[in-house]
């Protein structure tokens, strides 16, 4: 299957240096991840234990195994999109979310073309959502904003049209995140993908009611106000992810992340917010199904 990544997603991202982390203890309640490119982790790690005749099968049997079930497979250009579509179409285990990363849209020769494509692949029945689309303001500088920001409105559109999540990728950016929701007029379900606020931003997320995800950032020794953040979202309105290959929870940042290490990051959700684990998992698994539909 071809996994590889787009010139420009190389560049985005450094290769993980190390080995997969061993597997935690799993789950007693299963859940979902709600963030994860399988592409680029078999691109740039590989997968756990070694080589495999298929690595993103293995990947997704090995978060089974964890109790992490079910994922959503996110694009980040026409080429990833296309593939997470095919993915979820064959695999039950996976939907998809289809869309032009916000620092990839101002990068584009073509953006109204693969925009087009970006809605095509929308369409499908197992493309479940519209992401992840954003505002970066970290990464793409003042030349490319008006085309991260014309694409960030495109995929709002695209989402209402037909009725699927938005799945936002927010960095150095929340309150013209918020503003262009506004303007545009938010779709029915607005996921903040890593959500990276403090609590009063979160706050507002969830008086607007939407769903806030949370990645293995939360577990940083650093990260008081996202745990904060955890604190203010009531249990209907959290997703958990991994953001894999990315973000890899404490203890083993610097390594590859994948979603069989979910249980790492949805412990330590619940012992930030004083929750039950298992009714947790039943939670975030129940918001899943309600935000993206069933896999089955
Ligand atoms: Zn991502």
Known sequence: MNTQPS????????????????????????VFDSHTHLDITVHEAGMPGGRAADPVEALITAAAKSGVDRLVQVGVDVASSRWGAELAARHPSVLATVALHPNEAPTLDDLDEALREIETLAAESRVRGLGETGLDTFRTGEAGRPAQERSFRAHIAIAKRYAKALVIHDRDAHQDVLRILDEEGAPDTVVLHCFSGDADFAAECVRRGYLLSFAGTV??????????????????????ETDAPYLTPVPYRGRPNASYLIPLTVRALAEVTGRDLDALCAAISANGERVFGSWR
């Open 219 to 240: 577990t940083f020794a650093n990260a008081g106000d996202l745990r904060a953040a955890a604190v203010v979202t009531p249990p209907e309105q959290m997703l958990v």
């Open 7 to 30: 010139e420009s997603r190389k560049k985005r991202s450094a290769r993980r240096a190390g080995e997969f982390p061993p597997p935690p203890e799993p789950l007693a309640v299963p």
